[in-house]
Every structure is written in structure tokens, then in C-alpha cells.
């Protein structure tokens, strides 16, 4: 069987656009719904019923993205550990991982600062964005959070040769 190892980096590579592509959407989308919840609220001739679910559906929608972020980075998490399990891989392609992985976290804080940029400067955005405390977190730590998916996706890698 060959080595894959590539294409387990360009997965991990895929599911970072995928994750703060979702982050980055996630607070448009909840910026979108608080401004039509305030419109819904100030308008007279709305019924109470329409804005209590808008109210509680602005009060909400935070906080089901922000685990909604939290379950796709621990599922992609997941599914690059198991995947792992599967690639055959030579130790001698170990110096070829390092740089792909070095690739992978340049690419990483590049979209990080993406996020920081466009979202967290935006001044109608940042209030939306303050209430994802989750994804603020991990947005801001995103390097070292993309370092422990690949060590530990790399001790998977290696170990299992010798645990075979």
C-alpha cells in the first residue's frame, strides 16, 4: 500500500478552511438575525409571539454555533486520528510530514489573522463576535491548537508501526 500521508495534510489543510469558513459565516449569519431581531422588536405591528421566538432565537443562536464550532473541530479531531490509523507510512517520510505540518500551521495563522481581520476589527461584527467565547478562544490560540491535532496525529501515525 502507499503512503497517503499527503493526503492526510491536505485534509487537515481542507477542514481549516471548512472550520473558519464556519466560524466566519456563523457570526454573519447571527449578525444578520440580531439586526432583524431589533427591527422585529421595534416594529409595532409584529405579535408578541413573533417577537419572543425572535428574541430567543438571538439569544440562542451564539451559543449553538459556538458548540456547533466546537463539535467540527473535535470531530475533524477525531476523524484525522482515525484516519491515521489507516495510512501505512515509512519513517522516511517523517521529514516530508514536518514540512507539510509546517505548511499546514502557516496556513492556519494566515486564516486566523483572517478571522481577526475581517471579523474581530469589523465594529459591527466584533459585538457579534464577542459572544463566541468558544471560537474566540480557539481562533486566538489557533496555532497551538493546530499543533496538538498534529502531534497527536503524527504519534498516531508512527506509533502504530510499532505497535503492529
Do not use: R
Not at 119 to 127: N, V
Not at 150 to 162: C, D, E, Q, R, Y
Amino acid at each position: 500500500m502507499k503512503n497517503k500521508k499527503g493526503n492526510l495534510v491536505l485534509d487537515l489543510g481542507i477542514f481549516l478552511f471548512a472550520i473558519v469558513g464556519f466560524v466566519m459565516i456563523s457570526v454573519v449569519i447571527n449578525n444578520l438575525v440580531s439586526e432583524q431581531n431589533t427591527e422585529i422588536q421595534s416594529d409595532p405591528e409584529m405579535s408578541p409571539e413573533a417577537k419572543s421566538v425572535m428574541s430567543s432565537t438571538n439569544s440562542y443562536m451564539p451559543k449553538l454555533l459556538d458548540g456547533g464550532f466546537l463539535f467540527l473541530l473535535f470531530g475533524v479531531w477525531i476523524w484525522l486520528i482515525v484516519s491515521s490509523l489507516f495510512i501505512d507510512s515509512h519513517p522516511a517520510f517523517f521529514i516530508i510530514g514536518i514540512i507539510a505540518m509546517i505548511l499546514v500551521c502557516i496556513l492556519g495563522m494566515e486564516l486566523a489573522n483572517i478571522y481577526d481581520e475581517f471579523i474581530t476589527q469589523d465594529p459591527d461584527l466584533a459585538t457579534t463576535s464577542a459572544q463566541y467565547t468558544i471560537t474566540n478562544f480557539v481562533i486566538n490560540h489557533f496555532l497551538a491548537t493546530i499543533i496538538v491535532i498534529i502531534t497527536s496525529v503524527v504519534i498516531v501515525l508512527f506509533a502504530k508501526n510499532k505497535l503492529e
